[in-house]
Nanobody, 127 residues
Framework: QVHVVESGGGLVQAGDSLRLSCAASGRTLGSYGMGWFRQAPGKEREFVAAISRSGRSTDYADSVKGRFAISRDNVKNTVYLQMNSLKPEDTAVYYC????????????????????WGQGTQVTVSS
């Protein structure tokens, strides 16, 4: 079983950048497909970005395409979410998730398919 912990959230202004990190322990992160999700107050948790076990495939929600980038460093056992040109509507708690059963190049966007979740990190973007 893998344990994941998010960090890097904070309060920023519109147009700023942030980089979130998701550090894994307990298992080698390279065995897991990884995803980032977010949940704003009063809304359901939604898909943001995902990366395959191999790192060769990625996918993004339409709302963040061109602004966010997901990457992984399996040596450091960490997944990153680089967020640029932040908007007030990006305000949410951001969660990292992992699943070991995905194929090497599979990218999963469905929240229900992830088994392991972090506690979340708050991102607040002021206008």
């Amino acid at each position: 079983q893998v344990h994941v912990v998010e960090s890097g959230g904070g309060l920023v202004q519109a147009g700023d950048s942030l980089r979130l990190s998701c550090a894994a322990s307990g298992r080698t992160l390279g065995s897991y497909g990884m995803g980032w999700f977010r949940q704003a107050p009063g809304k359901e948790r939604e898909f943001v970005a995902a990366i395959s076990r191999s790192g060769r495939s990625t996918d993004y929600a339409d709302s963040v395409k061109g602004r966010f980038a997901i990457s992984r460093d399996n040596v450091k056992n960490t997944v990153y979410l680089q967020m640029n040109s932040l908007k007030p509507e990006d305000t949410a708690v951001y969660y990292c998730a992992a699943n070991r059963d995905f194929a090497a190049d599979w990218v999963e966007v469905r929240r229900s398919e992830y088994d392991y979740w972090g506690q979340g990190t708050q991102v607040t973007v002021s206008s």
